[in-house]
């Protein structure tokens, strides 16, 4: 029997047309997240430094 798959915003069961997404609006809701800048890897200090030195 597969797993089945949820969706990672609001963890319903993900739909095959908007997969890993249960529909379009939390596909674009993930969209919106990643436009916004909510999604954020962390930096080590140094390498932040480092990043600000090549910017600027």
Do not use: H, T
């Not at 939390?26 to 916004?36: S, T």
């Amino acid at each position: 029997m597969p797993i089945k798959s949820r969706c990672p915003i609001c963890r319903k069961p993900s739909v095959q047309e908007f997969r890993p997404f249960c529909s379009r609006g939390c596909r674009d809701r993930d969209l919106i997240n990643w436009m916004d800048e909510d999604y954020r890897m962390p930096v080590a200090p140094d390498e932040q430094d480092s990043l600000d030195r090549e910017e600027g």
